[in-house]
Structure formats: structure tokens, C-alpha cells
């Protein structure tokens, strides 16, 4: 019954900064965690960013940290990555995933998601 539906990726300078959103509908909204990835045309889809929901317990991907602060709003059900510092390296189309349940900790696999939104590019020119 869940929805994801990211939002706020557009074309940014390098150096630049975005924030995305990912908002989730559905009366059967409880993950364990939310996740960001991201995909390249023909790379595979990358971990990004991870936090659990009920603590709020972060994790980043090496290349993220310092650059990137993923955050979550629990009476929104809404899940942001802010993007600041962007490389022309971090063009990609941005997914949030919803991870219903804890198998371990974190979750960067893409096989601990089961629901996905469709995606919202992010285009960072040098």
C-alpha cells in the first residue's frame, strides 16, 4: 500500500547543493528504515544513505559522508537527503526505498528494500 514519490532533483552547478524529498502515503506506512540510492545509466544502483525510523540511527556511503545529510520528519512520513558540495560524479537518478524490516544494521543492499519510488534526477554540471 505504500507510495514513494520523490521530489526536488533538478540541475545544479558543481559546488551546488539540493534536497530532495521522498514522501510516502499509504496507511501501512512502519519501515524500519528509509534508504537513499542512486543509479548511473548503465552502473548499478548504489547505496547512498540509510536511517532507521524509530531511533533516527544514520549511516552513510564513504563518498557521501560530509557532503550529504539524509533526515527524516515521522509525522510527515517524508524522508530528505540534503545535497550539498554536488560533483559532477553525483549525476544520477536519486530512489528512496522503504526497508520494512531489520535483517541487520545498515542496510545497504537494495535487496533490503522492497518498495521503491520512481526516482527524481540529479544532473551536476562541471
Known amino acids: 500500500q505504500v507510495q514513494l514519490v520523490e521530489s526536488g532533483g533538478g540541475l545544479v552547478q558543481a559546488g551546488g547543493s539540493l534536497r530532495l524529498t521522498c514522501a510516502a502515503s499509504?496507511?501501512?506506512?512502519?519501515?524500519?528504515?528509509m534508504g537513499w540510492f542512486r543509479q548511473a545509466p548503465g552502473k548499478e544502483r548504489e547505496f547512498v544513505a540509510v536511517?532507521?525510523?524509530?531511533?533516527?540511527?544514520?549511516y552513510y556511503a564513504d563518498s557521501m559522508k560530509g557532503r550529504f545529510t539524509i533526515s527524516r520528519d515521522n509525522a510527515k512520513n517524508t524522508v530528505y537527503l540534503q545535497m550539498d558540495s554536488l560533483k559532477p560524479e553525483d549525476t544520477a537518478v536519486y530512489y528512496c526505498?522503504?526497508?520494512?524490516?531489520?535483517?541487520?544494521?545498515?542496510?545497504?543492499?537494495?535487496?533490503?528494500?522492497?518498495?521503491w519510488g520512481q526516482g527524481t534526477q540529479v544532473t551536476v554540471s562541471s
Open positions: 499509504g496507511r501501512t506506512f512502519s519501515p524500519y528504515a
Open positions: 526505498a522503504y526497508c520494512a524490516a531489520r535483517r541487520f544494521w545498515p542496510p545497504t543492499g537494495v535487496t533490503n528494500y522492497g518498495t
Open positions: 536511517i532507521s525510523w524509530s531511533v533516527g540511527s544514520i
